[in-house]
C-alpha cells in the first residue's frame, strides 16, 4: 500500500489495482497515516521514499 501511495496512484487507481473496494483502500491509506504518524499523503510519499521502497525516477504506475 505504501508504496502505491509513494507511486503518486489515486485512491482509485489502488482499489483497482488491488482488487477492493475505494472504502477498503481508504481504510487501509487510513491506518497507514494513523501507524506512521504523518499527517497526509505527502508524509506517506516521503516515508516511502526514506525507508527505500521506491527511488526517484521510478515507475508511475505499475500497469
Same mark, same amino acid.
Given at each position: 500500500?505504501? &508504496?502505491?501511495? *509513494?507511486?503518486? +496512484?489515486?485512491?482509485?487507481?489502488?482499489?483497482?489495482? =488491488?482488487? &477492493?473496494?475505494?472504502? @477498503? $483502500? %481508504? @481504510?487501509?491509506?487510513?491506518?497507514? +497515516?494513523? %501507524? =506512521? $504518524?504523518?499527517?497526509?499523503?505527502?508524509? =506517506?510519499?516521503? $516515508? $516511502?521514499?526514506?525507508?527505500? +521502497?521506491?527511488?526517484?525516477? *521510478?515507475?508511475?504506475? +505499475?500497469?
Amino acid at each position: 500500500m505504501l &508504496v502505491l501511495v *509513494g507511486l503518486g +496512484l489515486s485512491n482509485e487507481e489502488i482499489a483497482a489495482h =488491488l482488487h &477492493v473496494s475505494l472504502s @477498503t $483502500a %481508504k @481504510t487501509h491509506i487510513g491506518r497507514l +497515516l494513523q %501507524k =506512521l $504518524a504523518a499527517r497526509d499523503r505527502a508524509q =506517506l510519499v516521503i $516515508a $516511502a521514499y526514506e525507508s527505500g +521502497l521506491i527511488r526517484p525516477g *521510478g515507475p508511475r504506475g +505499475l500497469g
